[in-house]
Nanobody, 120 residues
Framework: QVQLVGSGGGLVQPGGSLRLSCAAS????????MGWYRQAPGKQRELVAI???????NYPDSVKGRFTISRDNPKNTVYLQMNSLKPEDTAVYYC??????????????WGQGTQVTVSS
């Protein structure tokens, strides 16, 4: 079994910053891709940022230059630093982690989601 525990999120004014984190624990042999997704009311879940085990990152244009994803491999934790936040960034943010178990099976896990609200 694997658990994902997230923290961060909340209410921030436009132009402000927030940092999200998501820590994985349990039966983990290794972790491949880690990422963040978000879902706004009435919209589909969309990719925000991903990072490979080697540290390669990818972002959609909507957040490029404002958001930074990073990971701490010994701590099995992924972070999302969000700067210059805009009202359109308001959504529930979910971490997504691909975990390899001792049998080398890969399973995708989702965090419980954390609300980010950007409003004055």
């Amino acid at each position: 079994q694997v658990q994902l525990v997230g923290s961060g999120g909340g209410l921030v004014q436009p132009g402000g910053s927030l940092r999200l984190s998501c820590a994985a624990s349990g039966s983990i042999y290794s972790i491949n891709m880690m990422g963040w997704y978000r879902q706004a009311p009435g919209k589909q879940r969309e990719l925000v940022a991903i990072i490979s085990s080697g540290g390669q990152t990818n972002y959609p244009d909507s957040v490029k230059g404002r958001f930074t994803i990073s990971r701490d491999n010994p701590k099995n934790t992924v972070y999302l630093q969000m700067n210059s936040l805009k009202p359109e960034d308001t959504a529930v943010y979910y971490c997504n982690v691909n975990i390899v178990d001792s049998s080398h099976r890969v399973t995708t896990y989702w965090g419980q989601g954390t609300q980010v609200t950007v409003s004055s």
